[in-house]
């Protein structure tokens, strides 16, 4: 397919582990790290961290990025990750869907991956856990990634000399210019006449569908 979009190596060894913590609808650097390591290891034991991808992700319609949350039910200041609960009182699900159906209805490959996002989004998961876990398998699956993918048995705040540690170095903020796996490698995008770098693996799976150089 012409202008079919890629993931950039990673610019380290190949043979690297990658340490990274878990994210709603990760956006495409993560994908490029996973893409090159060994293999990759998810941080299953921490603390949530507020005001990160651990709940959000961000798209591109044509009034320029939006953000996308899931809320969470309030408790402790820093519950584990794997006790975090989503709050379904609000509507967030009908927003989720009704922003990705504007932003990309038109998209090549929106037919195709938008029934699925649909499913696992309405399947209405009690955790953050489990939800971010559904979609990242969705979405290793469609990009045909073969890197194995590992849930870690404790946390360790010193991982092990040779593993690339990832937590807490994707983050929102830094998401223009964020370039831990190397640059972004533009494609084409739905709006605007500037690339966009660096939103949701969606924006990338609606454009393409799959990855071609893995």
């Not at 996973?34 to 651990?54: D, L």
């Not at 045909?144 to 010193?158: I, Q």
Request: hydrophobic residues 40%.
């Amino acid at each position: 397919m012409e202008n079919e979009p890629t993931l950039n190596p990673l610019p380290t060894d190949a043979s690297q582990p990658l340490l990274i913590e878990l994210h709603y609808l990760p956006c495409i650097a993560v994908f490029r790290g996973m893409a090159q390591a060994s293999e990759v290891w998810i941080e299953a034991h921490e603390n949530y961290q507020k005001q990160s991808y651990r709940n959000r992700c961000y798209v591109l319609t044509a009034n320029g990025v939006d953000t996308l949350t899931v809320p969470v039910r309030e408790g402790t200041r820093k519950p584990p990750i794997r006790e975090v609960q989503i709050d379904y009182a609000q509507h967030w699900i009908d927003r989720h869907l009704r922003c990705l159906q504007a932003a990309y209805a038109k998209s090549p490959y929106f037919e195709y991956v938008m029934p699925e996002i649909e499913a696992i989004l309405t399947r209405r998961y009690p955790l953050l856990f489990d939800l971010n876990w559904t979609l990242l398998t969705f979405c290793r699956t469609w990009l045909r990634l073969k890197t194995p993918v590992n849930l870690t048995e404790c946390y360790v705040k010193g991982p092990q000399p040779g593993l690339f540690d990832a937590r807490s170095k994707v983050l929102p903020a830094q998401r223009a210019e964020m370039a831990l796996f190397g640059p972004p490698k533009p494609y084409q995008q739905n709006f605007g006449p500037e690339f966009v770098p660096n939103l949701s693996i969606l924006d990338l799976l609606f454009a393409g569908g799959e990855l071609r150089d893995k």
